[in-house]
């Protein structure tokens, strides 16, 4: 079964330094996608930054890029020149299609976040 | 605003109570699934919908029940209310088939059991 770990439950930031958020994961499929979630104060659930496997190069957006090694199954997510807009909760999220089934099952699975303050 | 939209926001009621939480989906997506978060926790998926038809079913107990109607919105119903089952509930969609596979969510359902 796959399994997601971020093992940072809490981390803090000064203002416009830069953090890394460590996230772990564990299968043995070679089709599958990683993701950040970014969860402010608002509860809102907000899509931050997505990796295909498939692909080498490492996702960026913006202030946002991860540093993904598939072989040892990590993917980080660093956030530079942090804001204090940045003080959430990320999930760090792994989905695979799920193959048996016809097309559209896609199979989810969230890691238990790692809550970030950013210090003015 | 990522398009999903979840109905009520807010909702407050007692234990032994049965609610229904809707959710619509963005605009051509065909895929939808329910999440519960608990106070400080992370998402718990519950189940999965792909153009009516459920798909995938995660920790969801008996007395929770869904469905994804013909216009692709969906409904989830819980009964006999406890109040453990104070949580948000998130509503997601995707496009689901062989791409859109991020998923957007919807704002929530705080849903408080007294």
């Known amino acids: 079964a796959q399994t997601v770990t971020q093992s940072q439950p809490e981390m803090s930031v000064q203002e416009a330094e830069t953090v890394t958020l460590s996230c772990t994961y564990d299968t043995s499929e070679s089709n599958y996608y990683l993701f950040w979630y970014k969860q402010p104060p608002s509860r809102q659930m907000i899509l931050v930054i997505r990796?295909?496997?498939?692909?080498?190069q490492n996702a960026t957006e913006n202030r946002f890029s991860v540093n993904f090694q598939k072989a040892a199954k990590s993917f980080s997510l660093k956030i530079s020149d942090s804001q204090l807009g940045d003080t959430a909760m990320y999930f760090c999220?792994?989905?695979?299609?799920?193959?048996?089934?016809?097309?559209?099952?896609?199979?989810?699975?969230f890691g238990t976040g790692t809550r970030l303050k950013v210090l003015a | 605003d990522s398009g999903v939209t979840q109905t009520p926001k807010h909702l407050i009621t007692a234990t032994g109570q049965r609610v229904t939480l809707r959710c619509s989906p963005r605009s051509g997506d065909l895929s939808v699934y329910w999440y519960q978060q608990s106070l400080d926790q992370g998402l718990q998926f519950l189940i999965q919908y792909y153009n009516g038809e459920e798909r995938a079913k995660g920790n969801i107990l008996e007395r929770f029940s869904a469905q994804q109607f013909p216009d692709l919105h969906s409904e989830l119903n819980l009964s006999s209310l406890e109040l453990g089952d104070s949580a948000l509930y998130f509503c997601a969609s995707s496009a689901g088939g062989t791409s859109g596979n991020e998923q957007f969510f919807g704002p929530g359902t705080r849903l408080t059991v007294l």
């Open positions: 999220a792994f989905m695979k299609p799920i193959d048996l089934l016809p097309s559209g099952t896609y199979k989810y699975i």
């Open positions: 990796q295909e496997a498939y692909k080498q």
